[in-house]
């Protein structure tokens, strides 16, 4: 007689095995390096994910962080929940005073809402998130960004619109590591979106 505990061993044996494939194969997907043309990065969230491809630990000291952002069609989406349109994905900025995002950092953030891809400044200080709209950008287009430091402000830049933010953090320069594109908000991509950022010198 054949011995049954032999074949359920030896079943988990290769459901574990499989499942730790399709682990690594995902992993290695979402690492995966992103494509660069002319200059400009692509940036791609995945459908059902947050983070963005070759989203690196890059570490930053800076006084201004200057870039070209290009958005596709592919930017275009509608959310499950209706409530959470109102939601701003994060586009790309910097932690701030030596510590971790959700407690100092500046950064963009957008959205497509009421027909069109609005652009945010989007910041937080001890803690505390604040935004403020710096207003609606075409599809396709290349708009020009910056972050300044100036005395207890962040100047958040966007083609000819600027607003000044408060900031708290008490270093001279933006201490921080980088942050790229992020989808969210409380959902996850509807489908992949793609991003396309040059920094400037």
């Known amino acids: 007689m054949k011995n049954p505990t032999k074949h359920l061993f030896f079943a ?21 390096t992103p494509v660069v043309a002319d200059g400009f990065v692509q940036y791609t969230i995945p459908k059902g994910a947050h983070y963005a491809h070759g989203n690196d630990y890059k570490p930053v000291d800076l006084t201004e962080l200057r870039f070209i952002v290009r958005f596709d069609s592919s930017c275009v989406y ?4 209706p409530d959470n349109q109102g939601d701003i994905n994060k586009l790309y900025g910097f932690a701030d005073n030596g510590a971790m995002h959700q407690q100092f950092s500046a950064r963009f953030g957008w959205r497509w809402s009421n027909g069109s891809l609005r652009l945010f ?14 207003g609606a950008v075409s599809i396709g287009k290349e708009i020009h960004c910056s972050i300044k430091l100036t005395k207890g402000a962040y100047l958040f830049s966007a083609g000819e619109t600027s607003v000044s933010m408060p ?7 933006a201490k921080g590591y980088q942050l790229y594109p992020y989808f969210g908000g409380d959902e996850t991509a509807p489908h992949e979106v793609r991003i396309w950022i040059k920094e400037e010198k």
Do not use: G, H, I
Request: net charge neutral; proline share 0%.
């Open 121 to 134: 400044a989007y910041t937080y200080n001890d803690s505390v998130r604040d935004s403020k709209e710096l």
């Open 12 to 32: 988990a044996f290769c459901s574990l095995l499989f499942c730790t494939s399709c682990y690594k194969q995902a992993l290695t997907e979402n690492l995966s």
């Open 167 to 173: 900031r708290l953090s008490t270093t001279t320069t």
């Open 78 to 81: 509608q959310t499950t929940n």
